[in-house]
């Protein structure tokens, strides 16, 4: 009998992953496989500063980052100093929100941003033997569930000419043994992946020179794994091990909000909603619908049980038909939305600047009864929950809040 | 008791410290020289982190050893080092060991090790001794850490304050003007300056960072496109003011002479060349300078830049309307005795919205720490005022 090649076992354990992620914890931008979904049960609807969370912590500065969770260790990111050049990665436990450790990096690359935003913007990515974290400065860091530094790279050192004066923001992805680091900007633009051990690039590809916050997406396409990277004027699928260009779709896509996968299909977010269907090979993906009615702001989509969930700049939820993206109901929101929804539980969890959270019943009928309950914490929330250990992680400038039932 | 051993070994310390789990002496000297010899994309990242584990279990008592490290260390060895340093405090405090604070602070008080370690040695004293901020950031004032500073000033802000609450308008000025010379940050230049106004005293900013108000502007060229970025039109090539030149659509352009009256020495092209899209204007200044010196050119612009510094390239930055503040680009480089040529190049490109129709710049010449440098600026117009002045402190 002929034993399956390594190679084959590489691919069979990669479209395995990619088939269904883990959703227990949420070790990423828009957690497992970037979906923004979670299978928490019992997480709690209402709370406030009194109730109904389990601990918050203390952060030592801002972050647009948003906290990600592997195991009982929560990891986050944040910015200090008068030139945002500190650059702090905490853990803490998840269980008591005790800080574990903190450490620093100093950045190397420009801090020039728009006042919203800051250098601790990129969601940091973790696995099971610690977490990378990237800085809009272009610094990258691992270190390793105790703290101890794995490696260090500058980006901005290592390919000078990286510019973005509005603020660099998308994430990395961590994929098995490659983490894949989005660095498209006006200068020297690319994108990349590294060596997950020891942070050495594996491969590297030009892209457009124009400023973009949009997170990959790693996807299944017949028996390759794709990682696609997405700008305001095509999406991009690379082969993950190789960097070759697998195929290439343009159209007036968004720059800030970021594609995610509904059963099989690709939803890319921009002037027209394009949702795709990949071949199988590299040839064209096939274009399933595009939809100019359906608009995001900065918060990227959720697909869930056969629904896209998007927020656009009047702060409109949407709820619309996966397969033909008609419109099955909308609800006005209040406040200015940074956040990306989140979903657990069939209920979606939206959070505004002014720190509301809106939980909404994805499975009302009845249009008085959807949203269920308004939470306010005060402070500025721009960062996207977390979901993991039966509660949502919620950060604002300042803190770092555990809710759930005690 | 564990004993520490130290020798010196060229720039570098070689120490010996003792390994709490094992006991045995360890040689930080060489664990040091791997974590500083890491390069440039990851290169030798597998070595650093091995030492760095044995470095973590050091006493603290090699921490001044370790900091001194970061004096000549890379941009990557320093966050190497700075990793060290962080794991050393913490394992040592999380087993109730003291960190050596003498020695702390007599690294912070030496000026010549690197700003950032001095800063680093700064906090980690003051997580063990109370009064060492009140001990030390009062002669900070000029301190060549600019965190170290910025705090020194806060102190003074504060002070300021106090008096001011007390109606005690004399002392409060005083110290809000100490605060004045010492302030590098925007921010707190700002609030100074308005506290300042406020008392009846007389505030100069642009003289205070060495902004160049002073210039000869150019243009417009042709940048449609944003061909004009990497256009070498005639002033790159030398300036000559005398001469005449042909611009954008065939227009007969002549150096004028401009001087700006912003407080942070902004330079409005919009107004000094004229509201044009798709163009690239020079401005140029003559700067003179007693003696040879290292300095900074720092500008900012919501435009593409290019700077030249007696005729050599130091700033090139293609981005167009994404935001600018003060230093925004820095380009390193020399002033030579004498007369010295900074021409910088803006480049408009032709976005339509209405935040994207702003054109022009503000330059500084200053030293590392952000202090302007003593030059004098050639005032082209009879009815120019000093820029940076005629002796800048």
């Not at chain 1, 973790?126 to 270190?143: E, K, P, Q």
Request: hydrophobic share 40%; net charge positive; with cysteine.
């Amino acid at each position: 009998m002929k034993l399956p090649s390594v190679k084959l076992l590489a691919v069979l354990s990669t479209l395995a992953c990619l088939a269904g992620p883990l959703r227990a914890d949420w070790p990423q931008f828009r957690g497992p496989g970037g979906a923004g979904l979670s299978d928490a049960k019992g997480l709690p609807t209402k709370w406030s500063a009194d109730s109904n969370v389990r601990w918050k912590a203390k952060l030592p500065g801002r972050g647009l980052s948003c906290p990600v969770v592997v195991g009982d260790h929560v990891y986050v990111t944040a910015c200090t100093g008068y030139q945002q050049d500190r650059l702090h990665v905490l853990c803490l436990d998840a269980a008591p929100g005790k800080q574990i450790w903190e450490r620093q990096i100093w950045g190397t690359g420009s801090t020039m941003c728009h006042p919203t935003t800051c250098m601790a913007a990129p969601t940091p990515a973790a696995d099971a033997s610690g977490v990378v974290a990237l800085f809009a400065t272009g610094d990258i860091v691992a270190y390793d569930r105790e703290g101890n530094l794995q490696w260090y790279r500058s980006l901005a050192r290592d390919y000078p000419g990286i510019t973005n004066n509005v603020g660099m923001a998308s994430s990395p992805i961590l994929h098995q043994n490659v983490v894949l680091i989005p660095l498209e900007n006006a200068g020297n633009s690319f994108s990349a992946a590294l060596d997950r051990a020891t942070g050495a690039t594996l491969w590297k590809v030009e892209r457009h020179k124009d400023i973009n916050w949009v997170t990959p997406l790693v996807v299944a396409n017949g028996s390759q794994a794709e990682v696609l990277f997405q700008t305001g004027k095509e999406i991009t699928a690379y082969d993950l091990r190789t960097g070759k260009k697998r195929w290439t779709h343009e159209a007036g896509l968004s720059s800030v909000s970021s594609p995610v996968l509904g059963d099989g299909q690709i939803l890319i977010p921009g002037s027209e909603f394009t949702v795709l269907k990949a071949q199988g090979d590299s040839s064209a993906p096939e274009v399933v619908w595009k939809s100019n009615k359906i608009k995001t702001s900065y918060p990227s989509p959720v697909y869930y049980k056969g629904r896209i969930y998007t927020l656009n700049s009047a702060s409109i939820l949407s709820c619309n038909d996966a397969a033909d993206g008609a419109s099955i109901w909308q609800q006005r929101l209040k406040g200015k939305f940074w956040a990306s929804p989140v979903i657990a539980d069939g209920k979606l969890y939206a959070v505004n600047e002014e720190g509301t959270t809106f939980v909404i019943d994805l499975g009302a009928s009845d249009d008085q009864r959807r949203i269920l309950a308004e939470n306010k914490l005060g402070d500025t929330f721009l960062a996207t929950p977390a979901i993991a250990r039966g509660a949502l992680f919620l950060r604002s400038d300042g803190w770092l809040y555990c809710i759930g039932a005690k | 008791m564990s004993r520490l051993r130290t020798c010196v070994a060229g720039p570098l310390f070689l120490a010996v410290c003792f390994v709490a789990a094992s006991a045995e002496p360890t040689d930080v000297g060489p664990l040091l020289q791997r974590l500083k010899a890491v390069g440039k994309e990851g290169a030798g990242a597998a070595e650093a982190a091995t030492a760095l584990r044995e470095l973590s279990r050091c006493q603290a008592n090699v921490l001044p050893v370790v900091l001194a490290a970061l004096d000549d260390a890379t941009p990557e060895a320093a966050n190497w080092l700075r990793s060290a340093v962080e794991v050393i405090a913490d394992q040592n405090l999380a087993a109730g060991k003291p960190l050596p604070a003498q020695d702390l602070e007599k690294f912070v008080r030496d000026t010549r090790h690197e700003a950032r370690a001095r800063r680093l040695a700064f906090e980690l004293l003051t997580r063990v001794d109370n009064s060492a901020a009140d001990r030390l950031l009062p002669g900070m004032l000029q301190d060549p850490s600019l965190e170290l500073r910025r705090d020194a000033v806060a102190r003074l802000i504060k002070e300021a304050d106090a008096a001011k609450g007390k109606n005690d308008k004399e002392t409060a000025r005083q110290v809000y003007e100490r605060a004045f010379a010492g302030a590098r940050d925007k921010d707190q230049i700002d609030l100074l300056a308005k506290e300042l106004k406020a008392l009846g005293a007389e505030v100069d900013i642009a003289r205070h960072l060495g902004f160049v108000r002073s210039w000869q502007v150019l243009g417009p060229f042709d940048s449609t496109g944003g061909v004009g970025f990497a256009a070498v039109y005639d002033p790159e090539r030398g300036v000559d003011l005398q001469k005449e030149f042909t611009g954008k659509g065939g227009a007969k352009l002549r150096w004028k002479p401009h001087v700006s009256v912003d407080a942070y020495g902004t330079v409005d092209l919009n107004k000094a060349i004229g509201k044009h899209m798709g163009a690239a204007g020079y401005a140029y200044a003559v700067v003179e300078s007693a003696d040879e010196r290292p300095v900074e050119i720092r500008a900012g612009s919501n435009n593409a830049v290019k700077i030249w510094l007696n005729g050599k390239e130091l700033v090139s930055h293609e981005e167009y309307h994404h935001g600018t503040r003060m230093d925004q680009y820095v380009g390193v480089g020399k002033l030579r005795p004498g007369k010295n040529e900074v021409l910088i190049k803006v480049c408009q490109n032709e976005q339509k919205e209405e935040w994207a129709q702003s054109w022009g710049f503000q330059l500084r010449i200053c030293d590392r720490v952000g202090t302007a440098v003593p030059v004098v600026v050639a005032q082209w117009s009879p009815a120019a005022k000093p820029t940076t002045g005629e002796k800048n402190p």
